[in-house]
């Protein structure tokens, strides 16, 4: 099955909704991304014919007419969009395809990440309230992370982290290693990394448990009934070498308390998961640079989907290495867009830029 971003749009502006509509579709397009593109306004398509770099499919035209028609055959070419490939992202273009968008995910169990091409940022906030996935504002210059009020996500959650997690080469451990960092007197965090490892324990292959960092004697006891290895990680050279090792990052609190520790085996190039909060949607783009997950077995079914394949891993950990890299920089709209679906700007081989699950 074909991964691919999906794009509603509105009636056509020149450069598209904002001026970001041919400038995204062609920058994904350099990158090799499949996209397909649903228009509201059937008279449309003539003009996107022309326009569309290769790559890209158009929905079908459907009729003419406007109105009620036209919305209920964008919504329902936009549901067979979703039913189809797996849809990575999906871009909505204008304030009517925002509304729209908005109202057919709700729907869906299709958890991709929304992209809204809207120049009011406080319609955005509106229609991103209350959403259970990652959102982004895209304006002219910039990419942004939105969290569920609407509001840009905090940046000093992924601050520049040490380059000693950049240039650490990875070199898998022998045994799936499954890690976290986690705060030293932290029992709450902690119960909840041992839920996860008794609830693997059995997976094949088997799995090991670290946890970086230091820890008080009642967490110590937690763990170890877990046989959940303490890993000390005293400084950065240290914790980067232990990250350098692990499969797979985990971070299963619902308060976000371990953006710090996402970042760094982010920059690490380690697959990273955790909870649908602020802090982990800004670092993670869901199925893009790692795994948003809001229940338990959903973090175990990642966990496993990740044990199981070595090419998501080393594809999922590249990107998160590149997002993570780039967090701060200051990009040209090409470079942000890529960024933000987990895509390095810089030239790559086609076979390495497809997730497949």
């Known amino acids: ?7 509603l749009v509105s009636r056509l502006q020149p450069g598209g909704r904002g001026q970001t509509l041919w400038p995204t579709m062609l920058a994904l397009a350099d990158a090799g991304m499949p996209q397909s593109l649903v228009l509201m306004d059937a008279r449309d398509t003539p003009q996107a014919r022309l326009m569309l770099p290769a790559g890209v499919r158009l929905g079908e035209d ?3 007419r406007a109105g009620l028609p ?12 979703l039913t189809g490939d ?36 406080t319609l955005v906030a509106r229609l991103v309230r209350g959403l259970d996935r990652s959102a982004f504002l895209v304006q002219r210059d910039r ?5 569920a009020t609407g509001r840009g996500l905090p940046a000093g959650l992924s601050a520049p982290v040490d380059a000693a997690y950049f240039n650490a080469d ?15 007197g932290d029992l709450v965090y902690a119960q909840a990394f041992v839920q996860l490892a008794v609830m693997l324990t059995g997976l094949r292959p088997a799995l090991t448990f670290g946890w970086i960092g230091e820890a008080t004697p009642a967490v110590q006891q937690m763990l ?24 797979v990052y985990v971070a299963p609190d619902a308060t976000g308390s371990d953006a710090r520790g996402m970042a760094e085996a982010m920059a690490a190039g380690v697959p990273c998961l955790g909870r649908q909060v602020p802090a982990y949607r800004a670092l993670i783009v869901h199925a893009l640079s790692g795994y948003l997950c809001n229940r338990n077995n959903d973090l175990i079914a990642a966990i496993a989907r990740l044990v199981e394949a070595t090419p998501l891993r080393q594809t999922m950990g590249s990107a998160a290495r590149t997002r993570a890299r780039h967090r701060h920089g200051h990009h040209r709209f090409r470079a942000s867009m890529l ?18 699950a």
């Open 1 to 7: 099955m074909t991964s691919r971003v999906l794009h």
């Open 62 to 64: 459907g009729s003419g």
């Open 70 to 81: 036209a919305i209920r055959r964008a919504a329902n070419a936009l549901r067979s969009e």
């Open 86 to 121: 797996v849809a990575l992202a999906v871009h909505l273009h204008g304030l009517p395809a925002g509304l729209l968008g908005r109202h057919v995910l709700r729907g869906s169990s299709v958890q991709a990440p929304m992209f809204f091409h809207i120049d009011h940022e």
């Open 143 to 147: 990419v942004e992370a939105l969290d």
């Open 170 to 184: 990875r070199a898998e451990a022998e045994t799936p290693l499954i890690v976290t960092t986690g705060q030293p």
């Open 224 to 247: 170890q009934a877990a046989q959940i290895t303490l890993l000390c990680g005293a400084d950065d050279a240290d914790r980067a070498q232990i990250l350098r090792r692990a499969w």
């Open 339 to 356: 960024l933000a679906h987990g895509l390095s700007p810089v030239p790559v081989l086609r076979s390495d830029l497809a997730v497949t």
